[in-house]
Nanobody, 116 residues
């Protein structure tokens, strides 16, 4: 059974940083691309970052370049999302997902709240 568990969310002030982690199990992690998705209040689920199996290629939504970074550690079956220079409008639920368009599984998410 594929299991994805996100962690690292929380409350942060504007301009602050968070590092989200996703622990994966139930599949051969090193063979699959992984993505991060987010759902902002009142909006649908949106892709924000993806990374290939051996980190040979990664990509971010254009609006997030320069602030967010995706990475992975195949030895730990983990994928990460570093969030820097956070803005109030980054508030939302963040999910990791197996795959990169389409996604075949996603976790329960971790809440990021940016507020002063």
């Amino acid at each position: 059974e594929v299991t994805l568990v996100e962690s690292g969310g929380g409350l942060v002030q504007p301009g602050g940083s968070l590092k989200l982690s996703c622990s994966a199990s139930g599949f051969d992690f090193s063979r699959f691309s992984m993505s991060w998705l987010r759902q902002l209040p009142g909006e649908g689920l949106a892709w924000i970052a993806g990374i290939r199996p051996n980190s040979e290629h990664s990509a971010l939504d254009n609006s997030l370049k320069g602030r967010f970074t995706i990475s992975r550690d195949n030895s730990k079956n983990a994928v990460y999302l570093q969030l820097n220079s956070l803005k109030i409008e980054d508030t939302g639920m963040y999910y990791c997902a197996k795959g990169w368009g389409p996604w075949t599984a996603r976790g329960q998410g971790t809440q990021v709240t940016v507020s002063s």
